[in-house]
């Protein structure tokens, strides 16, 4: 085991793990956060998405030990009592039934929206292609990306 110097939604963090430990479990077994998600397990659904630098990354397939730079989890874009505008788009749009896919799309469309402020359609989609809904909600994903790209 080792001690590893995180720095997470802003703040700096210290984590106890083997080398090969999944960030994804780090994230959620040490440092209690919930919003990334495990899904497959095999980063094929998206459903553990964080920012790493602000690029999205598959935390299930990330070892502790290959992470520098800062991390950003569903948390760090906004709270219950204070969402994000993109958190509070999938509110508003009710992009979200089971919850499963919602961290992965709601993380994948911040870093969207990031480096493209206005995207087309199709540039949502394409950029949601790799994330998986079991509810089938996707018209009102991409209209809650749409409205937290309006505002």
């Keep these: ?33 919930r919003g990334p998600r495990f899904g497959c397990g095999l980063g094929q659904c998206g459903a553990c998405t964080v920012h790493v630098n602000g690029e999205a990354v598959r935390s299930c397939m ?6 520098k730079g800062d991390i950003t989890t569903l948390e760090g874009l906004g ?5 994000g505008k993109l958190q509070q788009a999938f509110i508003t749009e009710q992009a979200a039934q089971c919850g499963y896919c919602a961290n992965g799309m709601i993380m994948t469309s911040a870093a969207l929206l990031a480096r493209n402020r ?11 292609a790799g994330n998986l809904c079991r509810c089938g909600t996707h018209q009102r994903i991409v209209a809650a990306v749409k409205r937290a790209a309006s505002t």
């Design 1 to 33: 085991m080792a001690r590893y110097a995180l720095k997470v939604n802003g703040k700096p963090r210290s984590v106890d793990a083997d080398s090969d430990t999944p960030l994804l479990y780090v994230l959620r077994d040490n440092l209690a956060l």
């Design 62 to 67: 990330l070892p502790v030990s290959a992470v």
């Design 79 to 83: 709270s219950v009592a204070q969402p």
């Design 118 to 128: 206005n995207p087309s359609e199709t540039e949502i989609r394409d950029a949601l």
